[in-house]
């Protein structure tokens, strides 16, 4: 048991390595040979195949559910551009520098709604798609991933950061150099005052002048010991010089840094969105369900984004919109009919005036017990269940005209059976029952999307 675990956790973390050593190498877009992002263009460079094969996956696997659009609008907000220091994502949040505006990328971001809108429609060969250009990207990199990794996505160094060329070493001081400092005054030239006659023939001296205190200047003494910043003595003639690198006490403090005013466009976005949610469900109830609220308010994140990227502002509404748009969809692929509520339905009807038009859940279970109805009459009736069960129980005479479907899940229709993903639609399944044409008529429609539908007759 301990090596089976052990060679999973083997190859768990040769997968996370790779990924890894993907995301440190990953692709850079080139600006020439594109044809449109240049996301094809950057995998064949850093891989060295042909971007003529690349280019013929996307669109293969952008036919076959629409997989390709999202791998490649994916590769163009998350791939660095050429001489670009981060991909135009990283760069809307603050990572680096991209030469795509944050408009613009606020744009990609917002058309992975639509698109995901149709690619969860063919749920199943999307999916499909989308694990297979996984694991050729997968297979690709484990197998040439060592090759051109010199053209990978480092980040260039900015200017500042660049390394500064090594100073050449100053030369050694002759040793028939003076080691008079450089500081020394010059001693100025004697001058012998003039002589005075006096009386008598003699003559008298004048006084020398003296200097005024304040025109004294204080001859410097020469230094006989190296400073500090000179601990070998190798620069005797510069000891006089000031230290260049004076202690911390007496350097002067930096300056503090300059904060930036803080943009409010995130705060003001959320306040209205707020009231416009709160406004809509006052002036019509009956329309804002969960999936209203949630495009409601992602609209009004979109607003907010865009015009925070003229500002340098709002980059916190990306976390609140990325959560809400996968929650949206969710609720949009689940329940595509709006929400119906959780909880379980149990139902046997004796009157064919006691069955209702619709049954419906978002999360739970519906069994419908038709067995106990006359012989007599006709029933219309649907079933809409998001996620869980649904057992229906027929009379064994009834004429049923039935139609199932289930997105994800296991669909048995009066024997007509389907199973996985993306079932196909079991349209007018027409049984009369055991005694033939005749009797009680009962067409029913059932949507289950994920979960498991079971008819039978009772």
């Known amino acids: 048991m301990s090596g089976t675990t052990g060679s999973n956790r083997g190859g768990l973390a040769d997968v996370e390595e790779l990924a890894q050593d993907f995301w440190a190498t990953r692709p850079r877009r080139p600006r020439r040979g594109r044809k449109i992002a240049g996301v094809a263009a950057g995998i064949a460079n850093r891989y060295g195949i042909d971007p003529t094969l690349v280019r013929i996956g996307f669109v293969v696997a952008a036919v076959y559910g629409g997989a390709g659009l999202v791998v490649y609008l994916m590769g163009w907000l998350f791939l660095p551009e050429q001489d670009d220091e981060v991909s135009p994502f990283e760069s809307l949040i603050g990572r680096g520098r991209s030469s795509t505006s944050s408009m613009f990328t606020v744009l990609l971001c917002l058309s992975f709604i639509p698109l995901f809108s149709w690619f969860f429609n063919g749920f199943y060969p999307g999916f499909l798609g989308l694990l297979i250009c996984a694991g050729a990207l997968y297979l690709l990199h484990r197998g040439r991933g060592h090759l051109r990794r010199d053209q990978a996505s480092a980040s260039p160094r900015p200017a500042a950061e660049a390394p500064m060329p090594p100073m050449p070493p100053m030369p050694p001081v002759p040793p028939t150099m003076?080691?008079?400092?450089?500081?020394?005054?010059?001693?100025?030239?004697?001058?012998?005052?003039m002589s005075t006659p006096a009386a008598g023939g003699t003559t008298v001296p004048l006084p020398e002048e003296t200097p005024a205190a304040e025109e004294r200047v204080a001859e410097p003494e020469p230094r006989n010991t190296p400073p500090s910043w000179d601990p070998l003595g190798a620069a005797p003639f510069a000891w006089d010089l000031p230290d260049p690198n004076p202690p911390l006490d007496e350097q002067e403090p930096p300056p503090p840094p300059v904060r930036r005013r803080r943009s409010r466009i995130g705060l003001v976005t959320v306040g209205v969105a707020l009231i416009t949610v709160a406004g809509m469900s006052i002036a019509d109830n009956s329309w804002l369900d969960a999936q209203h609220i949630i495009g409601v308010a992602?609209?009004?994140?979109?607003?907010?984004?865009?015009?925070?990227?003229?500002?340098?502002?709002?980059?916190g509404l990306?976390?609140?919109?990325?959560?809400?748009?996968?929650?949206?969809?969710?609720?949009?692929?689940?329940?595509p009919d709006?929400?119906?509520?959780?909880?379980?339905?149990?139902?046997?009807?004796t009157e064919v005036a006691h069955v209702t038009p619709e049954y419906n859940r978002s999360l739970g279970s519906v069994k419908l017990d038709l067995t106990e109805l006359p012989d007599t009459g006709t029933v219309d009736t649907r079933i809409d269940l998001g996620v869980g069960d649904v057992k229906v129980d027929l009379p064994p005479n009834a004429d049923v005209w039935l139609t199932c479907r289930t997105n994800v899940g296991t669909t048995n229709c009066l024997d007509h059976k389907r199973d996985g993903i993306d079932n196909d639609e079991l349209s007018e399944i027409v049984d009369h029952g055991v005694d033939g044409p005749g009797g009680l008529q009962v067409y029913m429609t059932i949507d289950v999307g994920v979960g498991s539908l079971d008819v039978d007759r009772g």
């Open 178 to 193: 003076p080691t008079m400092p450089m500081s020394s005054p010059v001693p100025p030239p004697v001058s012998t005052p």
């Open 338 to 349: 709006g929400w119906h509520g959780v909880g379980d339905i149990d139902a046997r009807p």
């Open 298 to 315: 992602m609209a009004v994140l979109g607003l907010g984004l865009v015009a925070g990227s003229f500002v340098r502002g709002g980059r």
């Open 318 to 335: 990306i976390g609140l919109a990325v959560p809400l748009s996968v929650i949206g969809i969710g609720l949009t692929a689940i329940t």
